[in-house]
């Protein structure tokens, strides 16, 4: 017999609350993780389907799959390597991850009214240091989101593109950048 039986005690055990909650807390944890893996059935839930970010969670590989194309036709294009620049930090740590190769990807977003994100504290991805900036000078780009007139004053010549497939924000445009000048120093948000 139990100890808490012998004192006289009646009911469930004085621990009892404590193992429920943690038992259900494993199950939420279990069902969310499921769920996470298979945003795509999530998303076509009748009710909370349309409250899935599912462009943040999906697509991240189709997107990359088109910028690699784009980056082939600059490379072949132009005969220099290109780089890409996102203006928002998701979908430059998206495209450094599932590019092909994962090439360095640089954010530019603290040049275009945002925050300093984290790869502008990087020597190697901030855009305000002198030795990346000699090293991209008159190189071509894949420019993703920003808007058409914060790309041009730091290219010789920006052109819009359309949208990455499997963008799904919709105006979250592409642009073609040839001949890289950098982004003046002093526009970065500090």
């Not at 640089?106 to 991805?125: H, I, S, V």
């Not at 041009?152 to 950048?177: C, M, N, P, W």
């Amino acid at each position: 017999k139990a100890v808490w039986r012998d004192a006289g005690a009646e009911g469930r055990r004085p621990h009892m609350h404590r193992v429920m909650m943690w038992r259900w807390t494993v199950g939420l944890g279990v069902i969310v993780a499921l769920g996470f893996a298979r945003a795509d059935w999530l998303a076509r839930a009748p009710v909370i389907g349309p409250l899935v970010p599912k462009g943040r969670l999906m697509f991240g590989d189709t997107r990359a799959a088109d910028a690699a194309r784009i980056l082939d036709e600059l490379r072949a294009q132009t005969g220099l390597e290109p780089v890409v620049m996102a203006q928002h930090y998701g979908r430059t740590s998206q495209l450094a991850y599932y590019l092909p190769g994962q090439p360095t990807v640089y954010c530019a977003g603290a040049y275009m009214e945002g925050p300093r994100k984290q790869y502008d504290l990087w020597p190697e991805t901030n855009l305000a240091n002198p030795e990346l900036h000699a090293a991209l000078l008159g190189r071509p780009a894949l420019l993703v989101g920003g808007r058409f007139e914060q790309w041009t004053s730091t290219f010789e010549r920006v052109e819009e593109a359309g949208q990455l497939d499997g963008e799904h924000k919709k105006g979250r445009l592409i642009y073609l950048g040839y001949g890289y000048r950098g982004f003046p120093t002093s526009e970065a948000t500090p």
